[in-house]
């Protein structure tokens, strides 16, 4: 039975109930504003997603052993320990003079998950019998958990900033929000152990400024505070600074912040939200260019509502406010109008045609909502699958999946809820495009569309093998793609890696810094530099990995006025310390954004043979292919998964990318031996976990269309349609210079989706006519003028919502928008025309009934 027949249309559901019980609907809205706003006050906040910790480092101390005994004796007993672990992913050592570190990597799991591991780890290593006078192994399993806010204690010497050091910490421990507290620079009274011996070596001067005043040189110590999970970070950093303020230091000692996590939060927040604005402010404009005022202002009023609705859910699944998440309402805002304008515009088609506005409330929403359902589910099973994603890219993205869903399935209620509400009190009626003359702008383009389509369908098979024709000519573009896994992440931060041969002596390091220091005073681009001799950092970021403490390391960790101010002091920096330091390696590096990495250049050599010499064979390469700072760790006795690993590593020189250095370098590398790290392992990686996604999605989106059209048939001609958007994805990534990436592949994914979804209506009507008994041809024009509206509106909405993320949002979100806006855009003016040509032929074809 048709779902429109007047015995299914009689009951009308909660679309007729919100219409006929208005009272209870506007208390609905009401109370739906109000716990967005209450869940939204309460969301935490942080700067970018929380990877999971599943990695652990496990540090072993034999005093006066050579790292050939400790890597016979120590190392290689513990990994054979190790691999019994069921979870294992991987196990990277190294092996120096008194010292094996091994770095434990378990399979992405949940918090829950890992920490039995850990439990069984130990449990493993308390077995393993070492030789006499090797102390017992530790594990740390928290090594990578960043400090939400990084001080300097500032003091005359070391000794006076230690002391103050104590009391600070003492203080901020009455904070009941405060997590772990640790001092990094602090020399122990007592030299007791070898531990405590490098602890003496690790030594810190911070680079400050009063005011304008010029960067002055001082002792320090750094003391790192987390903050406990559930708390609202910007209120943590009120409660500390306030602790802090209120402590009496001794005379002369100061206390400055060097890196803050709140700070970074709120203007990251901040500048998304203020996207967030801007788009929903495009979109209304696009509604008022298509529609006329009052549906407009039905649409306006719906995105509020819905916000609300999809933020209290995030509240409700402990999503917090970070970037990934904001962009998620941001890239939804453009799907999320899609069922309101549906919704509208079938309200005003039954006001048009005559029906009493008490019943046209909820009969236009509830003869589509077949059509509304569908549309839903299908832009949903575009983006979900991404939460299937493994590993720390799941991770990473997971928010995106459950944002924009959560956004669907709001708009879903709100329009088939308050659309009708706010549809009686508000729509007039307006006809669609098919009407025969209109006064609405957009109403002179249609004659040019009705030629356009008229003749499609008299050409059929040409508009077919042109379009198809297209898309594979647009397959050119993929070669000049540049691949870049992640952009490197838009903060007024750099940091300075600095490495001499192994062996050296702290006094050398610390000759080193304090040229590097010198150097640094120098710039006015410059608010504050930490430097770091007999190791790195505290981890202050969530992917810039901890460096382990040894006498020959040395990090710099450099606070810029602005943000703008990083990419011209690299490249300065660069040139200066490749002219004027020659005695250690520095390397000039931009803070990174997705999974942490030592550099984007990493190749791994392994297996038989001369490993130096192979080793010496990729470097020459990479240097001939331009790469920038070539090195390796052949210094240190280096396994990965037990087998012997020479790691060679290179930055790309500024403002190139790694993937085009390695692309000229690849071929002349040894056939045997050799494993990519870095950039291209993760990019490789991902684009195999992307496949296996897209297929999912494909199939989900293909699953439905079969149940709403009962035909397979019908389906495929809406699925044949999909691939055209990648005309426009090309062309997209082209024309920006996008980089083809981790967010690329994101957007290429979840295009599928958004083009079905946006053109189901259209398909939907077309069966509407044709059971109506219209005949082919004249209902293939009259559904795709009829659903005209409709489409352009919900294309526009979504394209124009992306604007300000693309303009604004930084190099993270530029391929994905580049995708979407491309993609939907070329997809539309494509489709309009193929698919009623497509549903022309299977009828023609009897492929279709």
């Known amino acids: 039975m048709d779902s429109n027949s007047p015995s299914n249309l009689a009951s009308g559901g909660i679309t007729r109930f919100f219409v006929e019980h208005r009272l209870f609907g506007w208390v609905s809205v009401v109370a739906v504003l109000a716990w967005g706003w209450f869940a939204f006050q309460k969301l935490p906040q942080q700067e970018d997603p929380t990877f999971p910790t599943h990695d652990a480092v496990l540090i072993t101390v034999m005093p006066g052993a050579p790292a050939e005994v400790v890597e016979q004796e120590v190392t290689t007993k513990l990994e054979e320990a190790l691999v019994k672990l069921p979870t294992l992913e991987k196990l990277q050592s190294q092996s120096k003079d008194n010292i094996s570190s091994i770095v434990v990597t378990l399979k992405t799991d949940t918090k829950e998950v890992i920490d039995t591991q850990w439990k069984k780890t130990r449990e493993i290593l308390a077995e393993v019998k070492l030789p006499e006078g090797c102390e017992e192994p530790r594990l740390e399993t928290d090594f990578q958990l960043p400090a939400t806010l990084l001080f300097a204690v500032l003091a005359e010497d070391g000794m006076k900033a230690g002391n103050a050091a104590d009391i600070v910490e003492q203080e901020l421990k009455k904070v009941s929000s405060t997590g772990r507290i640790r001092q990094f620079g602090h020399a122990p009274e007592q030299i007791l152990s070898f531990e405590e011996m490098a602890a003496a070596s690790y030594s810190v001067r911070t680079l400050h400024r009063d005011d304008d005043g010029p960067l002055k040189p001082s002792a320090s110590v750094l003391v790192a505070v987390e903050m406990k999970a559930g708390n609202i970070i910007r209120d943590f950093k009120t409660d500390v600074l306030a602790q802090i303020e209120k402590t009496k230091l001794p005379e002369g000692v100061r206390v400055i912040t060097v890196s803050d996590q709140p700070a970074a939060t709120a203007h990251r927040i901040e500048e998304f939200l203020r996207c967030f604005i801007e788009a929903v402010i495009v979109v209304v404009l696009v509604a008022l260019l298509l529609m006329d005022w009052r549906t407009a202002l039905v649409v306006a009023v719906a995105i509020p509502l819905t916000i609300a609705m999809t933020i209290g859910g995030m509240a409700a699944l402990d999503v917090p406010l970070q970037q990934i998440s904001i962009a998620a309402l941001i890239i939804s805002l453009g799907m999320l109008v899609d069922d309101p304008v549906v919704a509208s515009d079938g309200i005003n088609r039954e006001l048009a045609d005559g029906q009493p506005r008490g019943i046209a409330a909820w009969l236009g929403p509830f003869k589509l909502r077949r059509a509304i359902f569908f549309g839903t589910v299908i832009n949903i099973v575009a983006f979900l699958p991404l939460a299937l994603l493994p590993g720390d890219m799941g991770a990473f993205i997971i928010s995106l999946p459950i944002v924009i869903t959560l956004a669907l399935v709001s708009s879903r209620i709100v329009s088939m809820t308050f659309i009708p509400l706010l549809g009686y009190y508000i729509l007039k009626g307006q006809k669609g495009f098919d009407a025969v003359s209109g006064s609405h702008p957009v109403h002179r383009l249609v004659p040019f569309y009705k030629s356009a389509l008229q003749f499609a369908l008299r050409k059929p098979v040409l508009i077919v093998l042109g379009a198809f024709g297209l898309l594979a000519a647009s397959t050119a573009l993929i070669p000049f793609f ?90 300065h920096l660069r040139e200066l310390f490749d002219r004027e330091i020659k005695d250690a390696l520095c390397l000039v590096k931009q803070i990174e954004q997705g999974p942490a990495l030592e550099t984007p250049i990493q190749i791994e050599v392994s297996g038989e043979g001369d490993l130096k010499a192979k080793a010496n064979l990729v470097a020459e390469e990479l240097r001939k292919a331009g790469a920038y700072k070539v090195h390796d760790d052949s210094g240190i006795l280096s396994r990965i998964n037990q087998q012997r690993t020479i790691t060679v590593k290179a930055l790309a020189p500024f403002g190139e990318l790694a993937s085009r250095i390695l692309a000229k370098a690849r071929d002349h590398f040894p056939n045997q031996g050799i494993a990519f790290g870095g950039e291209e392992r993760e990019l490789t990686n991902s684009q195999r976990e992307m496949e296996r996604v897209l297929k999912i999605s494909l199939a989900l989106i293909a699953l439905a269309m079969v149940i709403q059209f009962r035909s397979i048939m019908k389906s495929l001609v809406v699925m044949l349609t999909v691939p055209l958007g990648l005309i426009g994805a090309f062309t997209g990534l082209a024309t920006t210079h996008a980089s083809f990436g981790f967010m690329a592949l994101i957007g290429i994914v979840s295009l599928a989706g958004v083009i079905v979804s946006h053109i189901i209506v259209l398909s939907d009507f077309i069966e509407e006519e044709r059971a109506a008994g219209v005949e082919l041809k004249e209902a293939l024009v009259q559904a795709a003028l009829v659903r005209l509206r409709a489409v352009l509106a919900t294309v526009f909405a979504t394209v124009c919502g992306l604007i300000p993320l693309a303009l604004t949002g930084g190099e993270l979100w530029r391929p994905l928008t580049a995708v979407h806006i491309f993609g939907l855009l070329f997809a539309t003016v494509l489709t309009l025309l193929v698919l009623p040509v497509l549903y022309f032929l299977f009828a023609k074809w009897k492929w279709i009934k």
């Open 482 to 571: 540049g691949k870049q896994f992640f952009p490197a992440a838009e903060r007024n931060q750099l940091l300075i890696d600095i490495q001499l041969p192994e062996g050296s002596l702290i006094e050398q390091t610390m000759a080193v810094t304090g040229r590097v220091g010198d150097f640094l005073q120098k710039e006015d681009a410059i608010q504050s530099a930490v430097v770091v001799s007999g190791g790195g950092t505290p981890m202050f970021y969530y992917n810039v990995l901890p460096r382990q403490n040894a006498a020959n390391m040395a990090q710099v960790l450099v606070n810029t006025q602005k943000a703008d101010d990083v990419p011209a002091l690299i490249v």
